[in-house]
């Protein structure tokens, strides 16, 4: 049978703690009798080294087998190195608590190799700010679910990560109000609007919207990166004002804007319908996506379009980091916007590229253990993570 990794993982991370339940026991035990061949029942008196050593292997070799075509390995690009080793014991509560992860070197080499990271800070969270139009701020993690505030017509409801916009019928006459919700870095947020397009807000980003949308045009401004899906309304187009550097024009799709001022280009991925994306200097470019393709516009002014690797840029809105040969800048600036540090490299950072996927509810330290076996070292000073190869 097919297996579900990060099941087995997180039931064979609770067998070894002792917590699982006498449910999650039983089939657990099962597919490992089925799977390995053997009973796990004798061993629990067993030497704990060997018994977890037998239990990673098993598990590893049973997934490893199912999972071949799945791009799922965090290696160096060009060049392997060799590790240093490590606690069989460690390895083990590494790879549980990751989930599936792959490196190509021999799994006695990952099962030993030493960790020196010992940076523990937490993942980020649902939280954001909402400024409404008299300039008033709203913590949303501080306030109860329910009716947080109105503006004009519109009723602004709170449920869990989410704000939702609920509007009224608007008079010609009444102001248009807007609102801007933030997400500090360490933070993102889902927020619908008005019209009921629905927008996921990544960490660092902003979005700024009217409570109600009137008029012929829907308009929306972002900086930092947000997925829309945007409701159908082909008499008002939505509109989305991209740092003043780019529009991004739709009547209803789902589509990904990646435009943080430390990126050098910005970046629209459409998943489903059809977008044109234009610049805002100097000279205007224009060109329409497709489903699957991706749309660069750089600092140049230069706008492009090529096919989306979607899996890897809807990863964070999944609740992955997906790095697909990525090079080590562009990975610690994701890091720094999820984990809330600041990163600063000594010497010039590695031109090696990576790839592998992580669950973004990973501490930071079991982020950085896998990358320290490629020969990088950190060490956190205050806020500031200092990166060495």
């Known amino acids: 049978m097919m297996t579900d990794k990060n099941k087995i993982y997180e039931l064979a991370d609770k067998w070894l703690k002792g917590i699982i339940t006498e449910k999650e026991k039983q089939y657990f035990e099962q597919w490992y009798e089925q799977e390995a061949g053997e009973s796990l029942k004798w061993s629990r008196d067993a030497n704990e080294k060997k018994l977890k050593n037998r239990l990673l292997k098993a598990i590893h070799a049973k997934i490893q087998s199912e999972s071949r075509q799945e791009n799922v390995k965090f290696v160096k690009t060009f060049r392997q190195k060799q590790y240093k080793w490590m606690t069989a014991a460690a390895a083990v509560i590494i790879l549980f608590t990751l989930g599936f992860l792959l490196f190509q070197q021999p799994l006695s080499d990952l099962m030993n190799r030493e960790s020196h990271v010992l940076i523990d800070i937490p993942p980020g969270s649902?939280?954001?700010?909402?400024?409404?139009?008299?300039?008033?701020?709203?913590?949303?993690?501080?306030?109860?679910?329910?009716?947080?505030?109105?503006?004009?017509?519109?009723?602004?409801?709170?449920?869990?990560?989410?704000?939702?916009?609920?509007?009224?019928?608007?008079?010609?006459?009444?102001?248009?109000?807007?609102?801007?919700?933030?997400?500090?870095?360490?933070?993102?947020?889902?927020?619908?609007?008005?019209?009921?397009?629905?927008?996921?807000?990544?960490?660092?980003?902003?979005?700024?919207?009217?409570?109600?949308?009137?008029?012929?045009?829907?308009?929306?401004?972002?900086?930092?990166?947000?997925?829309?899906?945007?409701?159908?309304?082909k008499k008002m187009p939505f509109m989305v004002n991209v740092n003043n550097k780019a529009k991004v024009k739709v009547l209803g799709t789902h589509f990904n804007i990646n435009a943080y001022d430390d990126e050098t280009i910005i970046r629209t991925t459409l998943l489903e319908g059809r977008v044109s994306i234009s610049s805002s200097l100097s000279p205007l470019v224009s060109q329409s996506l497709s489903p699957g393709q991706e749309a660069t516009l750089d600092?140049?002014?230069?706008?492009?379009?090529?096919?989306?690797?979607?899996?890897?840029?809807?990863?964070?809105?999944?609740g992955f980091f997906e790095f697909n040969n990525t090079e080590l800048p562009s990975i610690m600036r994701q890091i720094s916007r999820w984990y809330d540090v600041d990163i600063r490299f000594e010497g010039e950072p590695t031109k090696q590229k990576f790839g592998g996927r992580f669950s973004k509810k990973l501490n930071l330290g079991k982020i950085l253990f896998m990358l320290e076996a490629n020969d990088i070292h950190f060490r956190l000073e205050g806020k500031t993570l200092i990166v060495k190869q």
């Open 126 to 233: 649902e939280v954001a700010t909402l400024t409404l139009a008299d300039g008033s701020v709203i913590k949303l993690d501080s306030v109860a679910n329910g009716k947080v505030a109105t503006q004009g017509k519109a009723i602004i409801n709170r449920e869990g990560g989410q704000v939702a916009y609920i509007p009224q019928k608007l008079n010609e006459d009444d102001p248009i109000l807007y609102n801007t919700m933030k997400t500090a870095r360490g933070n993102q947020y889902r927020l619908v609007l008005s019209d009921s397009t629905v927008v996921w807000l990544n960490s660092a980003s902003s979005l700024r919207f009217p409570a109600i949308f009137s008029g012929k045009q829907r308009t929306v401004e972002l900086t930092g990166e947000a997925y829309f899906e945007v409701a159908e309304n």
């Open 299 to 318: 600092a140049n002014n230069k706008l492009s379009i090529q096919k989306a690797d979607v899996k890897k840029t809807m990863a964070w809105q999944a």
